[in-house]
């Protein structure tokens, strides 16, 4: 294996390897703090590697030949800014009695939580003891391996896990709250607080013929549980994939588990993340999330139709054309295959890796032969690759071997355009329009109209599409020109948008009202913007009304004034979209 140089991490991941962490966690919510001991197995990889330096309060290591193991012993704690961890306070959760801890470690977070190697190309197990107060439930990334009263203090217990599948730091995760469960399937339980947990069970409650369907595709699941965690409103992304534990944003409880959609996309990181990482950040996130999307719509023909795939695929083009469009055609971190030198992780976190990523892998399967024989290639990369990491030139290699009988197909790929030219896809994929034609002729009636025609729109427009269409006929009217206020108000009159509860559908609905100018939209913008803190809504809302110059200051003032609340990433990417000093 070539020797790893991972811009994105300060270990030395070279000289050697943690293979085990054994964690004991003593939870301070009064001081917002985790008071830690660390003991990391480390295997040397080079000879006379004398030092591990670790700038921590008490730690124990041995100098050693390459090849042997030594254990370091770390006694820590992490600061109160610790970007890994957010503390809420008990009116910030959904009960307002009880404080909540969460973490987010993708993707070099978690170097703020633990003393650790933190980069993904070094995979390890762990095992973890977790002191809470006893009205509290702690959870981790890890299968549960008991509880029993904390013996040093008796308002407290100590809840265990361990992790016997080797995974990436950054995959390492606890959540301490007033949590509660239902069962959702064989091998599934839904976690969250008990205002949520009902609803949540309704909507997750195809989890299991996801996660037969994905074993169908990809091979068998490894991970033993499948549990799903709603997390508070702040939490900042849709999901996070961490191994037995999805972690979910409460926006996608819909009501009709039209948004479920998230869960297929989590199920299938157990695969494409979890079991076969990328081996950096840099360039090859696509490895992780292109694949993941592909899966994800893999399973969405198994259990729906090839249609639904073919409309996902129409709607992951239009976030590519978003993300495209906001960094700039000629920015690099627009490159499927982008350099993170001097770039913050964070800062380049965007659709790109998904849908560049998909569109590639969708372009080959055509190329190839079909959903079948290309899905047989990821299964069969996911085997030889498993629970080790992976380049952008190992799969490719791997790819050309496999279909060694097609390499004159495989030779007339423009693979720099793909990989590393900015912009858009070269190739654009010819999709099945079927389920989106209806959106598409919605929004030219809507962009077309004059005043007179205005009339013509009655309810029954929208009630003839499904919850996708809906998003997808919002998404469609944001890349038209805005709309006129009178068509704006006209649409609430008629489709009654004000009151739809899916986020998607609001977030979109919103946003086009504000582009229109309409005064009355502003307050509900920032209320979605800052009621919960998933970056995907809560960036565009913010900036939509910024762009608004009348309503500019009243949109930094609002962030001002709800900084506390939001998510510390959330919170750093709001400041730079509206450009505030400090």
Partial sequence: MTPVLDPSSFSSVSKCATKHLNLIYHVEFDRRVLKGKVALTVEVLEDKLSSLHPSIKKSVSHGSEGGQHVIVEIEYETSPSATALQWLTPTQTAGKKHPYLFSQCQATHCRTMIPCQDSPSVKHTYYAQVSVPRELVALMSALHDGQEPDPSDSSRVIYR??????MPSYLIAIVVGALESREIGPRSRVWSEKEYVDEAAFEFSETESMLKTAESLAGPYVWGQYDVLVLPPSFPYGGMENPCLTFVTPTVLAGDRS??????????HSWTGNLVTNRTWEGIFWLNEGHTV???????????????????????????????????????????????????????????????????????????????????????????????????????????????????IL????????????????????????????????????????????????????????????????????????????????????????????????????????????????????????????????????????????????????????????????????????????
């Avoid at 948004?259 to 299938?268: F, K, Q």
């Fill in 411 to 582: 030779n007339k790929v423009d693979w720099n355009a793909w990989m590393h030219t900015p912009g858009m896809a070269p190739v654009k994929p010819q999709y099945d329009t079927t389920m989106a034609d209806a959106c598409t002729a919605l929004c030219q009636r809507w962009v077309k109209a004059k005043e007179e025609d205005l009339a013509s729109f009655t309810e029954a427009d929208v009630k003839k599409l499904n919850s996708p269409q809906l998003i997808e006929f919002m998404a469609l009217l944001l890349q038209e020109e805005p709309l006129p206020l009178s068509h704006v108000k006209k649409m609430q009159e008629v489709y009654q948008l004000n009151s739809v509860k899916n986020a998607e559908v609001r977030f979109r609905w919103l946003r086009i009202c504000v582009k229109a100018h309409w005064e009355e939209a502003v307050p509900l913008a920032l209320k979605m913007a800052t009621e919960q803190g998933r970056m995907k809504f809560t960036r565009p809302l913010f900036k939509e009304v910024y762009n608004f110059s009348k309503y500019s200051d009243e949109a930094v003032k609002t962030f001002k004034e709800n900084r506390g609340a939001l998510h510390p990433v959330t919170a750093m990417m709001v400041v730079k979209d509206l450009k505030i000093n400090g």
């Fill in 294 to 408: 592909y899966i994800e719509r893999m399973i969405a023909r198994c259990m729906a139709s090839e249609q639904l795939r073919q409309f996902k695929g129409i709607g992951g083009w239009k976030e590519l054309q978003e993300s495209v469009k906001q960094f700039g055609a000629n920015n690099v971190l627009t490159n499927l295959v982008p350099n993170l030198h001097e770039v913050d992780t964070d800062e380049a976190f965007s659709s790109v890796p998904y849908e560049k990523g998909f569109a590639l892998l969708y372009h080959l399967e055509e190329l190839l032969g079909g959903p079948e024989v290309f899905m047989g290639f990821v299964k069969s990369y996911i085997q030889l690759f498993a629970y080790g990491t992976v380049t952008t030139e190992e799969w490719k290699n791997y790819l050309f071997t496999y279909f060694k009988d097609k390499m004159d």
């Fill in 259 to 268: 948004l479920a959609g998230v869960i297929a996309h989590e199920i299938s």
């Fill in 161 to 166: 896990f361990r992790q016997p599948v080797p």
